[in-house]
């Protein structure tokens, strides 16, 4: 069973940083690939990054340079580093599991996910 919970979001202005957190009370990090996507009203979910089982790491054009995903597989946690926020970051960002064994920027892909937290930047 697996079971993501997001945290972290909230509101900062163009160039500040926030730092997503997801947590699994299942067993997410046993060979499945994690990731980040985000979704804004109107529009469709878009990958942000993932990261694999062993460690391959896919970041969209968008945020490579800016943010940075990792996970702490002790404590069962997935991160998402943002910094340099654009307005154009803002949006509803999703934590998500799969193990079908592709891990890159599909939302298709993904069998589980979160409840979202809403990253809002303001200009």
């Known amino acids: 069973q697996v079971h993501l919970v997001e945290s972290g979001g909230g509101s900062v202005q163009a160039g500040g940083s926030l730092r997503l957190s997801c947590a699994d009370s299942?067993?997410?990090?046993?060979?499945?690939?994690m990731g980040w996507f985000r979704q804004t009203p109107g529009k469709a979910r878009e990958g942000v990054a993932t990261i694999d089982t062993d460690g391959t790491i896919v970041y969209a054009d968008s945020v490579k340079g800016r943010f940075t995903i990792s996970q702490d597989n002790a404590r069962n946690i997935l991160s998402l580093q943002m910094n340099n926020l654009k307005p154009e970051d803002t949006a509803m960002y999703y934590c998500?599991?799969?193990?079908?064994?592709?891990?890159?920027?599909?939302?298709?892909?993904?069998?589980?996910w979160g409840q979202g937290t809403q990253v809002t930047v303001s200009s």
């Open positions: 299942g067993t997410a990090y046993l060979g499945y690939c």
């Open positions: 998500t599991a799969t193990w079908n064994g592709r891990c890159v920027l599909v939302q298709a892909d993904f069998d589980y």
